[in-house]
């Protein structure tokens, strides 16, 4: 009888499911750095560093843990592993939301009152299963990125919302407003839940003083969650390797964890919405393999008959997620989208629930099967999904950035602003791992921001001495732009493009310099582009007689298609393309042929026995 009542525990039940998902995220987890920040977030959590907009000093503090935990053969792992942790934890928060849920409509439906424990607990198993294994909630588990502490936050902040609808009970809208304040500190779009939080707080009961008196309370304890800000000044202060943003000063501060620099990006035009909302529409089916959104609908509407105030509650979050998202001019959008995708998930849990109470009441077989068939439903998405969220075989960033690096010669100087497929993935490499430190990576594109030049001071003090007149200047223009003061487009330009020319112009008086291949030849002038591997040498005079070698790069198989992984490809063809020209300029019309077979190979994802991968 006592197994039986343990056997009947939702944490239990809770664990499992968590468990279960963090083995499955666990197998289909990146083994090394990915696309985009990646790269950057590890270093900044290997190093305590600071990272891009708005800062997510909580993700840069336990991720400094987890770096430096002893398993895994290096850091990347280990916060990969911490990525597919917390997911997996998000999980056990959702799992008892899922069973507060159903245990609260069961009380309404029509036959709700007779459904046993055991249809509530497997109806929330496979719902909640629906929701883990939905394809952006699982890519967050796959590979280090601040979603995966922002899901367990949205996990238990709504928990603990359910429970103080249940318990009445002040300190659980005090554990909400703390957790609100720590959520922040790891992400912004926190801000999305307040409508929904708001609400449930005033439809729970009257709006007497004592309600009030609770909100006032909550308030201090939403502060206190705030503290871990404190972090990013302080840590500024010390200049870090990462330090995005310098935000030493109370204005850089602001500016940096409001994000300043995408709010252009942010409801910027109606075109926008309509486009990214299409997007939405157009993906969310395949987003739950449709089963999920079916049961969606169908909970969604028991919720509107039956338990009006959540309905209302969880629209709420919906739509204020939905609106934000849609305007915000972005290509990754999908997980800003995570919130509208966890209120589909809990939807799902109370469709399937109803529909597990109809059936019960139909079939006669349905006590001892529906139960089983609740719980079976939750691998749909599991089928579904796999192959198109499997990292576990994906080294694309890493053999790219690699063979940038075997590309550059010692001492090399290069600008690029490739940051998703290898500029971010360098700091790791180099900053953490070690790797070829005598290279100096500069974004071209962060050129333009001026904290950037902070960092640039710190790592490579030559090249900001070398043209200090230059990026002075530079500077002094761009104060007038970052503070919102008047200033000439044309002049700002022209004092960015002389401060590039210098950099490279008094580099290559000892160095050799490179650009990748998007960087714009009007800040190169009359130099020529030599092909050397995935970037151009930069040279003058005669230097352009020089023969290129024609490399093998080492490319590791990964098939799916993606416009991150097609776009690699493509970056891979084109280094060989200009190969091939280059050669057919020199006459060395065997070597272009070569160059050009494998640029054909390479822009179809051919890593085969091509001779240009290995």
């Known amino acids: 009888m006592g197994g039986s009542r343990i056997l009947m525990r939702p944490t239990l039940w809770a664990g499992c499911v968590a468990l279960v998902s963090f083995i499955i995220y666990a197998l289909t987890m990146s083994p090394t750095v990915g696309f985009i920040d990646s790269g950057e977030l590890a270093t900044v959590?290997?190093?305590?560093?600071?990272?891009?907009?708005?800062?997510?000093?909580?993700?840069?503090?336990?991720?400094?843990?987890?770096?430096?935990?002893?398993?895994?053969?290096?850091?990347?792992?280990?916060?990969?592993?911490?990525?597919?942790?917390?997911?997996?934890?998000?999980?056990?928060?959702?799992?008892?939301c899922a069973h507060r849920l159903v245990s609260a409509l069961g009380q309404h439906l029509p036959g709700g009152k007779k459904a046993d424990a055991w249809l509530i607990l497997s109806a929330s198993a496979g719902g909640t299963a629906m929701l883990a294994f939905s394809e952006t909630f699982w890519l967050q588990?796959?590979?280090?990125?601040?979603?995966?502490?922002?899901l367990l936050f949205l996990g238990t902040v709504l928990l603990l919302m359910l429970c103080a609808r249940d318990e009445r009970q002040p300190v659980y809208w005090y554990a909400t407003a703390f957790l609100m304040g720590l959520s922040f500190t790891n992400?912004?779009?926190?801000?999305?839940?307040?409508?929904?939080?708001?609400?449930?707080y005033f439809a729970d009961g009257p709006r007497d003083q004592a309600r009030w008196t609770v909100l006032a309370k909550s308030a201090g304890f939403f502060l206190l969650g705030l503290t871990p800000y404190m972090y990013l000044p302080l840590r500024a202060m010390h200049s870090p390797v990462m330090?995005?943003?310098?935000?030493?000063?109370?204005?850089?501060?602001?500016?940096?964890?409001?994000?300043?620099?995408?709010?252009?990006?942010?409801?910027?035009?109606?075109?926008?919405?309509?486009?990214?909302?299409?997007?939405?529409?157009?993906?969310?089916?395949?987003?739950?393999?449709?089963?999920?959104?079916?049961?969606?609908?169908?909970?969604?509407?028991?919720?509107?008959?039956?338990?009006?105030?959540?309905?209302?509650?969880?629209?709420?979050?919906?739509?204020?997620?939905?609106?934000?998202?849609?305007?915000?001019?972005?290509?990754?959008?999908?997980?800003?989208?995570?919130?509208?995708?966890?209120?589909?998930?809990?939807?799902?849990?109370?469709?399937?629930?109803?529909?597990?109470?109809?059936?019960?009441?139909?079939?006669?077989?349905?006590?001892?099967?529906?139960?089983?068939?609740?719980?079976?439903?939750?691998?749909?998405?599991?089928?579904?999904?796999?192959?198109?969220?499997?990292?576990?075989?994906n080294h694309l960033v890493e053999d790219y950035t690699r063979n940038m690096f075997a590309s550059l010669r010692p001492g090399a100087v290069v600008l690029s602003f490739q940051w998703d497929y290898w500029v971010s993935a360098s700091?790791?490499?180099?900053?953490?791992?070690?790797?070829?430190?005598?290279?100096?990576?500069?974004?071209?594109e962060l050129l333009r921001r001026s904290w950037y030049f902070r960092v640039l001071e710190v790592r490579y003090p030559w090249l900001i001495e070398g043209s200090r007149a230059e990026v002075d200047a530079f500077l002094r223009e761009l104060n007038k732009f970052e503070h919102d003061l008047p200033y000439a487009p044309q002049v700002i330009e022209a004092r960015y493009a002389a401060m590039i020319r210098s950099f490279i112009e008094k580099s290559m008086v000892t160095r050799p310099v490179y650009v990748t291949g998007e960087v714009e030849s009007r800040y190169t002038g009359s130099l020529q582009r030599i092909p050397e591997?995935?970037?151009?040498?930069?040279?003058?005079?005669?230097?352009?007689?020089?023969?290129?070698?024609?490399?093998?790069?080492?490319?590791?198989?990964?098939a799916r298609k993606g416009r991150l992984e097609d776009m690699i490809w493509r970056l891979y063809a084109d280094a060989y393309t200009a190969m091939g020209v280059h050669f057919r300029k020199l006459g060395d019309m065997g070597k272009s042929q070569e160059a050009f077979s494998r640029a054909a190979?390479?822009?179809?994802?051919?890593?085969?026995?091509?001779?240009?991968?290995?």
């Not at 588990?141 to 922002?150: G, R, T």
Request: glycine share 8%; with cysteine; hydrophobic share 50%.
């Open 45 to 96: 959590a290997a190093t305590l560093g600071v990272a891009h907009p708005t800062g997510y000093p909580l993700f840069t503090m336990l991720g400094w843990i987890a770096a430096h935990l002893p398993f895994g053969n290096e850091e990347i792992v280990r916060l990969n592993v911490l990525a597919a942790l917390l997911t997996a934890a998000a999980v056990f928060m959702f799992f008892l």
């Open 141 to 150: 588990a796959v590979a280090i990125e601040v979603y995966s502490l922002h």
């Open 187 to 200: 992400h912004m779009t926190t801000v999305l839940l307040l409508p929904g939080v708001f609400y449930m």
């Open 243 to 393: 330090n995005w943003g310098n935000p030493t000063s109370l204005e850089r501060l602001f500016f940096h964890v409001s994000g300043k620099q995408y709010r252009v990006w942010i409801f910027s035009s109606p075109e926008v919405a309509v486009r990214q909302f299409s997007y939405f529409l157009s993906s969310v089916p395949a987003e739950f393999a449709v089963v999920g959104l079916i049961f969606g609908v169908i909970g969604l509407v028991a919720l509107w008959r039956f338990h009006r105030k959540t309905a209302l509650g969880s629209l709420l979050f919906f739509v204020v997620c939905l609106t934000y998202a849609v305007n915000y001019d972005i290509h990754d959008i999908d997980s800003y989208f995570l919130l509208a995708y966890v209120c589909i998930g809990l939807w799902a849990v109370c469709g399937l629930f109803a529909i597990a109470v109809w059936s019960m009441r139909s079939v006669a077989w349905g006590r001892r099967w529906i139960p089983v068939a609740a719980v079976v439903v939750g691998i749909v998405p599991v089928v579904s999904h796999y192959e198109s969220v499997d990292e576990s075989k």
């Open 427 to 444: 700091h790791y490499y180099q900053l953490v791992r070690g790797e070829r430190m005598d290279i100096a990576v500069i974004d071209k």
């Open 533 to 558: 591997g995935l970037a151009f040498r930069l040279t003058g005079g005669d230097g352009g007689n020089v023969p290129p070698s024609l490399p093998e790069f080492h490319i590791r198989p990964f």
């Open 601 to 614: 190979r390479l822009s179809v994802g051919d890593t085969g026995n091509s001779g240009g991968s290995r």
